[in-house]
């Protein structure tokens, strides 16, 4: 049959969805799943400043997520979909840098992350995915995995004292940074 996409609505912070667990998907290889999954791309690309999305945030709570990892030499961009992800933290060094979340929109804020993450889920075809990521990948899997559970990136900032307009700061960047 014909493949009809479509772009998603986003919820926004305050929607409950968001404060929700998300179910474990019981078939990745459910049409179902995949058509979600075409959805959310579709959606990402159609906002086109994202770097992922989460099925919560398209209103339907189950364990799927998209994000876009970079290699090393930041030549290269993959686009993951990962279905009832895991998440072990590898070390105990953490950093700090911006984050900004689609159902936060027009805002940033400074956020405490572990830097080196396995994740491991499945993919669209049931099989296993293992994948080691540090540093602004770590972060974005971090990211978009807390989605599953309930959280948001402001609900991690220790000091909101960072939570700004993107539209303000910009003019002020060159100055505090
Ligand atoms: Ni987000």
Not at 72 to 91: F, Q
Not at 153 to 165: G, I, N, T
Request: proline share 5%.
């Amino acid at each position: 049959g014909k493949n009809i996409m479509a772009i998603l609505k986003i919820a926004k912070m305050g929607h409950p969805i968001l404060l929700q667990k998300a179910k474990k998907v019981d078939d990745p290889t459910d049409p179902k799943i995949k058509t979600l999954v075409n959805d959310m791309l579709e959606t990402l690309d159609d906002l086109g400043n994202g770097v992922g999305l989460a099925a919560p945030q398209v209103h339907v709570s189950l364990q799927v997520v998209i994000f876009e990892t970079v290699s090393d030499d930041g030549k290269e961009a993959n686009l993951i979909t990962l279905i009832n992800p895991k998440i072990d933290v590898l070390t105990k060094e953490t950093s700090i840098d911006w984050e900004g979340c689609l159902s936060v929109p027009g805002l940033r804020g400074q956020v405490n992350r572990p830097n080196k993450i396995k994740y491991s889920g499945l993919d669209l075809k049931g099989n296993k995915i293992e994948t080691i990521a540090e540093g602004f990948n770590a972060r974005v899997v971090q990211h978009e995995c807390d989605h599953l559970f309930g959280i948001l990136y402001p609900h991690r900032m220790k000091d909101l004292s960072s939570l700004q307009f993107v539209s303000e700061a910009k003019h002020w960047v060159n100055r505090n940074e």
